[in-house]
């Protein structure tokens, strides 16, 4: 099994800036991907940010493309999400995901972020 814990949520004005993190621990050896997603209140979870564990290489929806900053740190088994010049539309409860390379998926607990206007 994989567990997935996210942090840095929080309440931010428009134009600022968080960081989030999310720690993996477990069966992580296989780990295909990492992902971030969000799910605003009313909607449905939509993608934002995906990067591929082994070659480093970064996915970003076209909402969050140059705001937006996906990382990764192999040593801590651990996926950062820059979220810079945030707007409202932003908020939304933020959940991490990870694939195996065998097609399991893993889900965080979910932390909020609210971008006030």
């Known amino acids: 099994q994989v567990q997935l814990v996210e942090s840095g949520g929080g309440l931010v004005q428009a134009g600022g800036s968080l960081r989030l993190s999310c720690a993996a621990s477990?069966?992580?050896?296989?780990?295909?991907?990492m992902a971030w997603f969000r799910q605003a209140p009313g909607k449905e979870r939509e993608f934002v940010a995906r990067?591929?564990?082994?070659?480093?290489?970064?996915y970003y929806a076209d909402s969050v493309k140059g705001r937006f900053t996906i990382s990764r740190d192999n040593a801590k088994n651990t996926v950062y999400l820059q979220m810079n010049s945030l707007k409202p539309e932003d908020t939304a409860v933020y959940y991490c995901?990870?694939?195996?390379?065998?097609?399991?998926?893993?889900w965080g607990q979910g932390t909020q972020v609210t971008v006030s206007s």
């Open positions: 990067i591929m564990w082994s070659s480093g290489n970064t």
């Open positions: 477990g069966r992580t050896f296989s780990t295909y991907t």
């Open positions: 995901a990870l694939r195996r390379t065998g097609g399991d998926d893993y």
